[in-house]
């Protein structure tokens, strides 16, 4: 099959592969500002044998600092809205969010970013909305993520959902 293009188009043509080019270039050469590679500097222990759905939990750092999570309305269910508290104990940190991902099953991205409570240091609020899984359970891990220049602290907490049962139970 044979292709004619015409002076004009070929000037187009031209115009297309450069303006590729240069897009491409750019992707390379600089990432993205709303999305910058951090470096975690920290992780604390899993908190364990605390059970958010029916009270606040917290973990701590090697350094000391103090991280404590609260999830209501308790017990949590998925498709509802979530209110999320972050109280920080000896930390500090210029942003603060929440990370939701599945443990058995990739559930999409689930981060949802905490605002500082006015007048109350170290006290972080925000809403999420966790997706609904086919599975009777779905078993989460929470990471609070603090944010501080280009590194990452993260406090992980574990959380299972389950369906409800028909006729409403749980």
Known sequence: MTVI?????????WVAVIASVVALVVV????????PQL???????????CDLHQ????TQFATGGVVTVTLSPQPIA?????QLRVELQ???????????SGVDMYMGQNRFPLLQQAGKEGTYLGEALLPICSRSEMAWQVE????????????????????????GGE
């Open 5 to 13: 293009v015409n002076f004009r188009d070929r000037g187009l043509l």
């Open 28 to 35: 390379l050469l600089f990432p993205r500002s709303g999305n």
């Open 144 to 167: 609070v993520m603090l944010r501080s220049g280009g590194t990452v602290a993260i406090a992980p907490f574990l959380l299972t959902t389950r369906l409800p049962r028909a006729g």
């Open 39 to 49: 470096e975690e500097v920290a992780r604390a222990p899993l908190a364990v044998g």
């Open 90 to 100: 000896e930390l500090a940190a210029e942003e603060v969010a929440i990370d939701f």
């Open 78 to 82: 998925a498709m509802v809205p979530l």
């Open 55 to 58: 009270q606040s939990c917290q």
